[in-house]
């Protein structure tokens, strides 16, 4: 691919208008680029001592599924090393110890066995996370990732402005802001709480709990369902929706709420 066409094409995600659409921006590349999984993790900022995590997601949703169930977040070797980084990396070049780890070993089978990722760490101290990967054999696999990786590098600056773009406009969609306590509690849903660990956590009832993700769900336009049991899931963890608007405007959160068994 030549480098001056690659650079116009990266044009379209300036008009991306949607999650969707810069998910789909990325579809095609990784394809021209050889690569069938690709997903794009950005970690937002929002003025708290934690952080919010949104996706562009090309991954096995069963992946998806299994990373956040089993907690990989933290154990990620691919993570650690772009927190500490700003130029992209083979998984392959991250040594013995990441490549013995369980993330990458769970990962390969998923298909995920060989990829490349590049860290871009935003103004505001956000990180993304740009990854292609693909589960063919090992040395074809490998001559994808190096030939993709300067691709790789001006790609993530592109894809990270335009999700942040989207995120804000989405955000800015929202009619009735969450408050503080809302927030609080779906982020806490989030992380796989019941409504009554939420309570013990925020020092108040399980009616209580119930009462914000009930008005937090109208606000965000979820359907209610019927009670099946206590325990709340986020059906999507990663399509976290954020958005940092200005300072007189609260960070708004997206997410699909659900209860399980």
């Not at 690659?6 to 095609?28: I, M, N, W, Y």
């Not at 927190?83 to 070049?93: A, D, N, Q």
């Amino acid at each position: 691919m030549q480098i001056g066409r690659f650079h116009e094409e990266l044009q379209g995600f300036s008009t991306a208008d949607s999650l969707h659409g810069v998910t789909e921006l990325l579809r095609r590349h990784a394809s021209e680029l050889g690569f069938e999984w690709f997903v794009y993790a950005l970690e937002l900022q929002d003025g708290t001592p934690s952080s919010r995590l949104a996706l562009a997601n090309g991954y096995p949703e069963a992946w998806i599924e299994h990373y956040f169930r089993e907690g990989l977040l933290g154990q990620d070797p691919v993570m650690t090393y772009c927190r500490g980084h700003i130029i992209p990396t083979e998984w392959s070049s991250l040594g013995p110890a990441a490549l013995e780890s369980r993330v990458v070993l769970e990962a390969a089978d998923f298909g995920l066995s060989e990829g490349l990722s590049a860290p871009l760490h935003g103004p505001r101290g956000d990180l993304g996370v740009l990854s292609f990967a693909t589960g063919a054999e090992l040395r074809s696999a490998r001559r994808r990732t190096r030939r993709a990786l300067p691709y790789v590098h001006l790609l993530a600056g592109y894809v990270h402005e335009a999700l942040r773009r989207v995120l804000v406009t989405e955000g800015a969609k929202m009619r009735r802001p969450l408050s503080a306590r809302e927030r609080e509690c779906l982020l806490w849903v989030a992380e796989g709480k019941t409504s009554w660990e939420i309570g013990v956590i925020l020092a108040t009832s399980e009616r209580t709990v119930n009462f914000h993700l009930q008005n937090a769900s109208a606000k965000l336009g979820l359907q209610p369902r019927a009670r099946r049991g206590r325990r709340l899931r986020v059906r999507e963890p990663l399509a976290l929706r954020l958005a940092h608007r200005s300072r007189r405007h609260d960070l708004r959160l997206r997410s699909h709420v659900d209860r399980r068994l």
